[in-house]
């Protein structure tokens, strides 16, 4: 196959806004450039958010401002209000990832504000955003499933995507974010999210917390997306989700892809050593598959020992 999938490396931002063991602002320059060394070309790399409200996240000026800017590689900043755009233009991020929540009650505990005023945020986002300014994408989380208030109506989702459509966000992205979703949801809804957004780009987010984080990935490669998110290491989750893990590991994603013939962009190898080792930095054993079994076909030293 000649199709190539693009993935969004997440780690340096979902991957440890969730950890227990809090990382120096050195250790997340360098995980960074790990993994563009290991070919990620997009990557969520800071959250603007408060840093009393999620520590892990504190420092995001200085990371940005310790990155040089490099032709072909985009550091995404997370934002979830105008106060987030306003700093994520100050760090000179290349995209603003605006995150909406699709249920009042995720919204309200995880962002302090209703579907309603998301939407808003965004709405003035997108009207005092200027030519020289970062392009905005959105997340809507919780597109499948929220903790708190339960089901997550297919309307209620399309809901936002057309809002996002209206403003012209050029891609949008659809979240399970506490991993409750399924194949043939995934499928329903990205055909619902086409119908609503014909002009944005899909990119879906999943969260391997019922093990069926792959398979939603592949349901979704079946359906034409040719965007997804993943962390290395299997790293992830959300602190005001309770029971959150982590996202679907990229060298899980890279593997799986790769054997099937897709092109990814990645390194399997440097991917498998980054996630053992930030892995070990947070004191925990590698969540993701691969991470632990390693690639195959084996190389011959693999073999041998």
């Known amino acids: 196959m000649s199709r190539r999938i693009e993935i969004v490396e997440v780690g340096p931002r979902d991957g440890l806004q969730n950890e227990k063991t809090l990382l120096e602002i050195d250790q997340k320059l360098e995980l960074i450039q790990r993994l563009e060394a290991a070919g990620a ?7 603007f ?5 999620v520590p892990q996240m504190a420092g ?28 994520c233009v100050g760090a000179g991020c290349d995209e603003a990832n605006v995150v909406v929540c699709a249920s009042d009650g995720f919204g309200i505990r995880n962002q302090g504000a209703s579907v309603a005023e998301q939407v808003e945020a965004l709405r003035g986002i997108m009207a005092v955003r200027r030519k020289e300014d970062p392009p905005v994408t959105v997340t809507i989380s919780v597109a499948f499933g929220c903790p708190f208030d339960g089901e997550v109506s297919e309307e209620q989702v399309i809901d936002i995507v057309s809002a996002a459509a209206d403003l012209r966000v050029p891609e949008i992205a659809l979240a399970d974010t506490i991993g409750v979703a399924d194949p043939w949801t995934v499928r329903r809804r990205i055909e619902a999210a086409r119908k609503a957004a014909p002009n944005a780009r899909l990119r879906m987010h ?5 093990n069926t984080g792959l398979a939603n990935a592949f349901a979704s490669v079946e359906a034409g997306v040719d965007v997804l998110d993943a962390s290395v290491g299997g790293l992830g989750g959300c602190p005001f989700a309770p029971n959150a893990t982590g996202n679907i590991g990229t060298e899980d994603l890279v593997y799986m ?5 897709y092109e ?17 930095l947070l004191g925990k054993r590698v969540a993701s598959s691969v991470g632990r079994a390693g690639g195959f ?4 030293e693999e073999a041998a020992a």
Request: proline residues 4%; without cysteine; aromatic residues 8%.
């Open 60 to 87: 995001a000026e200085e990371i940005m401002g310790a990155l040089p800017r490099q032709a072909g590689r985009s550091r995404i900043g997370l934002v979830l209000n105008m106060k987030g755009w306003e700093r």
């Open 264 to 280: 990814t962009g990645y390194d399997l190898d440097q991917l498998i050593g980054i996630g053992n080792w930030v892995s070990e």
């Open 41 to 47: 070309r997009r990557m969520e790399v800071v959250s």
């Open 257 to 261: 892809l790769e054997r099937a013939g």
């Open 206 to 210: 999943f969260h391997d917390t019922r």
């Open 297 to 300: 076909p084996f190389k011959r």
């Open 49 to 53: 958010v408060n840093p009393r409200r």
